[in-house]
């Protein structure tokens, strides 16, 4: 059984710039959540896809968008990135329409630093 | 909204000595609850988790128990070794499945 696998492992951009995460979910799982942790906190919920649609979405602007693939992996897409984008993003995944729905694995993390 | 609260760290204890992290929650249903764990430079790993009102979770020793009257999930070891040093989370599901987290509480363990 392969786990959840993120790329790339660290990132360094300009503010301003575009960043495109990856993430590839574990074997089995149609449902993908990404979280921001930023240093010394708990992670933030960014949002969820299943089905290739958005399945809710937290407390984060417009230019963070994302994108899942009929094999269930998923991209994260942060436009016009700020110096507060700076932290470890962290994919997830699950089964939707199981009973263990709610036990999401993680993957690594994509640390990214925004100068 | 539904939220988590852990105890502030950093908790240093000694080896075998015995391990308490509180965490309480807000929550307007009856989320299932979780520990999760983070190892230097590492992403998390679920530690536990219990899905009602007085269910145990339990793993590589560590245990917590849903309490619904005080709304906690404390976590507990009866005795910590130098490799439990991490950083430790508590987190409830809300209906999506979407999981809050609190802060974090960082441990660490001396020989």
């Known amino acids: 059984e392969t786990g959840v696998t993120q790329s790339p492992t660290h990132l360094i951009k300009t503010r301003g710039q575009q960043v495109t995460l990856r993430c590839s979910s574990q074997s089995g799982h149609n449902t993908v959540s990404w979280y921001q942790q930023a240093l010394g906190q708990g992670p933030q919920f960014i949002f969820q896809y299943y089905r290739e649609e958005e399945n809710g979405r937290g407390n984060f602007p417009p230019r963070f968008s994302g994108l899942q693939f009929p094999n269930y992996s998923s991209e994260l897409n942060v436009n016009a990135l700020e110096l507060d984008d700076s932290a470890l993003y962290l994919c997830?995944?699950?089964?939707?329409?199981?009973?263990?729905?709610?036990?999401?694995?993680f993957g690594p993390g994509t640390r990214l630093t925004v100068l | 909204g539904d939220s988590v609260t852990q105890m502030e760290g950093p908790v240093t204890l000694s080896e075998e000595a015995f391990l308490t992290i509180n965490c309480t929650y807000t929550?307007?249903?009856?989320?299932?609850l979780f520990w999760y764990v983070q190892y230097p430079g590492e992403g998390l790993q679920l530690l536990l988790k219990a899905t009602k009102a007085d269910d145990k979770g339990s793993n590589k020793g560590f245990e917590a128990t849903y309490r619904k009257e005080t709304t906690s999930f404390h976590l507990e070891k009866g005795s910590v070794q130098v490799s439990d040093s991490a950083v430790y989370f508590c987190a409830l599901s809300d209906p999506l499945g979407k999981l809050i987290f609190g802060q974090g509480t960082e441990l660490s363990v001396k020989p």
């Open positions: 997830a995944s699950s089964t939707a329409g199981t009973r263990d729905y709610n036990e999401q694995f």
């Open positions: 929550a307007t249903g009856y989320p299932s």
